[in-house]
């Protein structure tokens, strides 16, 4: 790990929505970043931060950044790096402009994942992928973390996809409702049901999975070539998102090396040992009846991804059960990881 004298200041976008909430939680007392800049809404610009939101974390919110005041998009910000957790409505422009005003802005929104100049990184899988920035003509740089869903999805492919190949993907997810933000859907439309829609989410499943897994080559992705089938679902559950897939690999490999190649995964983080890298990215159960929510999601500090029921599939060759908290690795602590990762590998100089 590398040493800092300073910390490096850093700024929250959407500091009062539930991923900004938890970007607090991960990055107060953060060995190499500091928060000194919150941003949400004009809603909430100009009152104490602690006025402006509705503290749900299960830790206290801590009393500095609770007296800091919320500032709003158009202000200058003195800090070199944001974290954003804007909603997707307005995270398009506004973390542009930033980057045009020299930030680097490390983004949990859908909008620019899929710009052919921006990285959409999971730093155990593709670090290489930063090389993308590059081709970015502003002074500022964004980078990306994918979508609550493909995080999980994508970990447990990545090492499947080296050892094997993958030839096809059929993925059924059960999402959380924090996923969805805050007040986020309404108690009388998830109490009790499941909603089989949540708007665009197959579709960031089935595109970001392979720009996550392609190649970087002359400056661009080349996407993996297999295909992905997703089909979303959301769940009366208040934290992670479960899903069931089912892989078809390339050859018949024995139930154990999935389970072994799972198991032994580890990339830059783990190198690197970045403070916010859990010890195993991927954790295989034995438990027939596991990974749960309510009683798995914060193994390893809720950095995992936690396999279960890894199993044949009479149709695709090997089916499991995914789970992963989607506040933390599905979000703000993607982002904080690859804030870590950049910072390891020199790009903040
Ligand atoms: N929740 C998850 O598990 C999750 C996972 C992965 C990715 N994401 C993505 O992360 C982003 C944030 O999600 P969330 O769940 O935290 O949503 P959220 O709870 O609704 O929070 C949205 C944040 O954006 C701010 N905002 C809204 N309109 C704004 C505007 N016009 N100008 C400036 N700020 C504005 C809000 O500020 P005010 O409080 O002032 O309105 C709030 O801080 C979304 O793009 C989402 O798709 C979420």
Request: proline share 7%.
């Amino acid at each position: 790990m590398r040493k800092l004298e300073k910390k490096i200041p850093v700024g929250i976008l959407g500091a009062t929505g539930t991923v900004g909430q938890k970007f607090i939680t991960l990055l107060d007392h953060h060995p190499y970043f500091e928060i000194t800049s919150l941003v949400a809404s004009e809603r909430s610009a100009g009152k104490r931060y602690r006025e402006a939101c509705s503290w749900k974390q299960n830790v206290p919110l801590p009393p500095e950044i609770g007296d800091m005041t919320v500032l709003s998009l158009e202000k200058d910000l003195d800090c070199r790096i944001l974290f954003s957790g804007l909603d997707s409505s307005v995270a398009g422009e506004a973390e542009s402009r930033c980057a045009e005003k020299g930030h680097w802005v490390i983004s949990n929104s859908k909008n620019h994942r899929m710009d052919p100049d921006v990285p959409l990184v999971i730093p155990e899988i593709n670090p290489d992928h930063y090389g993308l920035i590059r081709r970015q003509k502003t002074s500022g740089k964004i980078v990306t973390n994918p979508n609550c869903s493909t995080m999980f999805l994508a970990m447990v492919l990545a090492p499947l996809y080296r050892s094997f190949g993958i030839d096809a993907v059929s993925v059924t997810t059960m999402q959380a409702v924090s996923g969805a933000g805050y007040p986020g859907v309404s108690s009388l439309d998830i109490l009790g049901n499941v909603i089989p829609l949540i708007s665009g989410e197959d579709e960031k499943m089935e595109t970001e999975t392979v720009k996550i897994l392609g190649l970087l080559d002359g400056g661009e992705i080349r996407n993996a070539s297999f295909k992905v089938s997703a089909q979303c679902n959301r769940v009366p559950v208040i934290d992670g998102h479960m899903e069931t897939a089912a892989v078809r690999l390339n050859g018949s490999p024995a139930r154990k090396d999935i389970s072994d190649t799972l198991a032994s995964f580890r990339g830059f983080p783990q190198e690197h040992n970045l403070p916010s890298a859990p010890e195993s990215p991927i954790m295989v159960l034995d438990d027939p009846a596991g990974p749960q929510p309510l009683r798995d999601l914060s193994v390893y500090g809720g950095m995992s991804a936690l396999v279960g029921r890894l199993r044949p599939c009479p149709v695709m060759g090997t089916k499991m059960v995914i789970l992963g908290h989607n506040t933390i690795r599905g979000a703000a602590g993607a982002a904080v990881l690859n804030g870590e990762a950049l910072f390891e590998l020199g790009y903040f100089e």
